[in-house]
C-alpha cells in the first residue's frame, strides 16, 4: 500500500496558484481560485453546496473533479479537558490519529487555554523506535498534503461543533500545529512542507509560523534541506539518548545519522534560520534518565544553544518501557538547572487514553484486520 492515489484529487492541500492554473484551464476566472481558498481554509465549507458565493456550474466542476473530505471522523476519545484524540478514517480506510491538547487551566491563566493539535504525517512509520507505538505495525503509506489539511479543518470543526457553532471558521481557536502525531514528517518531506505553507500562507489558514512545529527524529540530510524552505516555523529534535550509546540502542535512526551527522545539520539549521531549535527528550527509567545522561544532555544543548522539553515516558501496553519516578525526574531536572539550560519538563497528560502517539490507531486498525478474519491481527488486538 506504499502510494495512495486517490480517484480524485483533493481539494485540501491545493494552493491558491494551483487552483488557479486549473480553473483557468478548465475556463473559470482565475478570481475564483481566492474565493475557492476561502471557502475551504477558512470558512472550513463542509460540503460545495455552502459555497454560495460560486456559481452552481463551478461548483458542479469542483464536485466533478475534486474531492472535499479526503477523511472521516470515526470516533473522539478525551482525557478530561486535557486530552482529546479524534481517529479519523482515509480513503484507503487507513487510519489517522490527530490530538487535540489543551493547556491546563491555570498554566495559561493571561491567554486562555491554549489549543494545540498534534497531527499525524504517515500511517504508521518506518524508524521503529523501540519506546513508539506508531511503528509497532512498521509503515504503511505517507499521508498527502490535502490528508494532512483534512485533520486539522476536522479538529476545528470538532471543536466548533462542541462549542455549539455551525461550521469552523479559522481554526476555531487552535493556536499550534505540531507534527508530532504518527510518522516522521521529514520522511514525506514534500506533503508536509506543502501542508505547512498552507498552514501559513494568507489565502490558506493563517497560522502565524512560529505556531507551526516539525518534530523529527533526525534524518540530518532533511534537516539542512528544511532550512531551505522559506515558511519559519520552528523544529524539534527527538534526542532521547545523548549519547550513541543509548540513541541507538533506542532509536535505530540513530545508526544511520549518528550524533556526529546530527548536531552539525541542527547547528547549520539554526545558523540559516537563527532560530532556537527544541530537543525532546524522553525520560525513559533506567535507559537514558542517569545524571551523566543529565550532564550529556546539557553540553549537546549548550552547544546548539537549544531548549530542551522532557518528557517522561507515557508508557504502551506490550513495550517494557516505564516512566522515572518523580524523585528521579527532579533529580534529573536539577542537574539540567545547575548547568544553566534552558528546559521545560511536560506535564504528563492523557495517558490514560493511548496518548503516546499511535496507540488508538493501531488498536482500530488491528481491530479490523480482526473482523476481517486475519488470524494474526486478531491475536494481536486481543492484547492491545
Ligand atoms: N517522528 C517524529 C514525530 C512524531 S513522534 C519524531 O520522532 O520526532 C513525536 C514525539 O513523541 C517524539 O519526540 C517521540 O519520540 C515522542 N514519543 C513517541 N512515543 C512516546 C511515548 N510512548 N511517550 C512519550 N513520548 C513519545
Ligand atoms: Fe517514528 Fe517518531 Fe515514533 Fe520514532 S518516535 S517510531 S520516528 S513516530
Request: with cysteine.
Amino acid at each position: 500500500m506504499a502510494v495512495f492515489k486517490p480517484e480524485k484529487a483533493f481539494l485540501y492541500g491545493e494552493s491558491l496558484e494551483s487552483l488557479t492554473a486549473s480553473l483557468a484551464e478548465a475556463g473559470h476566472p482565475a478570481f475564483r481560485a481566492r474565493q475557492l481558498c476561502e471557502w475551504l481554509y477558512r470558512k472550513g465549507a463542509r460540503e460545495y453546496a455552502a459555497m454560495s458565493s460560486l456559481p452552481l456550474a463551478l461548483r458542479q466542476w469542483l464536485e466533478d473533479n475534486y474531492t472535499l473530505q479526503p477523511a472521516s471522523f470515526v470516533l473522539a476519545k478525551a482525557a478530561g479537558d486535557v486530552t482529546e484524540k479524534l481517529l479519523l478514517e482515509l480513503g484507503d480506510g487507513a487510519y489517522v490519529e490527530t490530538v487535540i491538547l489543551r493547556a491546563p487551566e491555570g498554566d495559561d491563566a493571561e491567554e486562555g487555554a491554549r489549543q494545540t493539535l498534534c497531527v499525524s504525517s504517515q500511517v504508521g512509520c518506518a524508524y521503529g523506535c523501540k519506546f513508539c507505538a506508531s511503528g509497532l505495525d512498521g509503515w504503511k503509506r505517507n499521508l498527502l498534503a490535502g490528508e494532512i489539511i483534512a485533520q486539522v479543518m476536522c479538529a476545528a470543526a470538532h471543536i466548533a461543533q462542541k462549542r455549539g457553532g455551525a461550521q469552523a471558521r479559522t481554526l476555531s481557536g487552535i493556536d499550534n500545529i505540531v507534527f508530532m502525531g504518527m510518522g516522521e514528517p521529514l520522511a514525506n518531506f514534500d506533503n508536509v512542507v506543502r501542508a505547512v505553507e498552507i498552514l501559513h500562507a494568507d489565502w490558506g489558514l493563517g497560522l502565524g509560523a512560529r505556531r507551526i512545529t516539525i518534530s523529527t527524529s533526525g534524518l540530518a540530510p532533511q534537516i539542512r534541506r528544511l532550512a531551505e524552505v522559506p515558511v519559519q516555523f520552528r523544529l524539534a529534535v527527538s534526542l532521547h539518548g545523548a549519547t550513541n550509546q543509548v540513541r541507538s540502542a533506542i532509536m535505530p535512526v540513530n545508526n544511520a545519522y549518528p550524533l556526529e551527522e546530527l548536531l552539525p545539520a541542527i547547528k547549520a539549521f539554526n545558523e540559516k534560520r537563527g532560530r532556537m531549535v527544541t530537543l525532546e527528550y524522553i525520560l525513559i527509567e533506567d535507559v537514558n534518565d542517569a545524571l551523566s545522561h543529565a550532564a550529556a544532555l546539557s553540553d549537546i544543548a549548550r552547544d546548539l544553544h537549544a531548549h530542551v522539553n522532557l518528557i517522561p515516558y507515557n508508557p504502551v501496553p506490550d513495550l517494557v518501557w516505564k516512566r522515572p519516578n518523580l524523585r528521579r525526574q527532579k533529580a534529573f531536572c536539577e542537574v539540567l538547572s545547575r548547568a544553566k539550560t534552558s528546559f521545560t519538563i511536560r506535564r504528563q497528560k492523557g495517558d490514560d487514553i493511548d496518548a503516546a502517539c499511535g496507540q488508538l490507531r493501531l488498536r482500530k486498525q488491528r481491530e479490523k484486520e480482526a473482523l476481517s478474519g486475519n488470524g494474526d491481527a486478531a491475536q494481536a488486538a486481543s492484547k492491545a
